[in-house]
């Protein structure tokens, strides 16, 4: 089985910062790349932020330059700091990962349950 939880979701004004964190466990043998999504009621879940393990990263055009995504290869772990936040960002927001559980597996995809950020004065 594997894990990923979120951390760091929350109430915050327009033009604050954030920080999300997701640390990944359990039957983990390779992870490929771990990622932010986010979905907003009424609307489709839409990719925020991804880096792979070499570090190579894509962003969402909405968010480019005010969100960063980060990601410690030794900790299974990634991190998105988000700032100068907009009403607009309010989601929920979900960790990512696609990994392989074993040597022979095929790879995975796996979500978090989600953590709410909300902008709004």
């Known amino acids: 089985q594997v894990q990923l939880v979120e951390s760091g979701g929350g109430l915050v004004q327009p033009g604050g910062s954030l920080r999300l964190s997701c640390a990944a466990s359990?039957?983990?043998?390779?992870?490929?790349?771990m990622g932010w999504y986010r979905q907003a009621p009424g609307n489709e879940r839409e990719l925020v932020a991804v880096i792979t393990s070499g570090g190579s990263t894509n962003y969402a055009d909405s968010i480019k330059d005010r969100f960063t995504i980060s990601r410690d290869n030794s900790n299974r772990a990634v991190s998105l700091q988000m700032n100068s936040l907009k009403p607009e960002d309010s989601a929920v927001y979900y960790c990512?990962?696609?990994?392989?559980?074993?040597?022979?597996?095929?790879?995975?995809?796996?979500w978090g349950r989600g953590t709410q950020v909300t902008v709004s004065s």
């Open positions: 359990g039957s983990i043998f390779e992870i490929n790349a």
């Open positions: 990512n990962a696609r990994l392989r559980s074993g040597r022979w597996s095929y790879p995975s995809t796996y």
